[in-house]
């Protein structure tokens, strides 16, 4: 696999995990209380406060992954190939 297609894996993944960050987010926003009456009734005494500081959590732990592992990557080979 040359440069340029791992360049090019990386730049879609990156795309597409933002793609799922934002739907997640999104979802989360417009349909707030039906996901926390279903995980509440899988997970008893889970306050609201909790549900959304558990959902924050998971977001920034997901893009801090995407970052991490896809957009960092994609930037050093950018970088290194122009040499």
Known sequence: MSREDIQAVLGWCTVINFGIMMLWFFGFLVAHDFIYQSHSSMFPGLSPERFDELHYQLIG???????????VPYIALRITGRS
Do not use: E, R
């Open 61 to 71: 732990f997901y893009k801090l992954s995407v970052f991490l592992l896809n957009l």
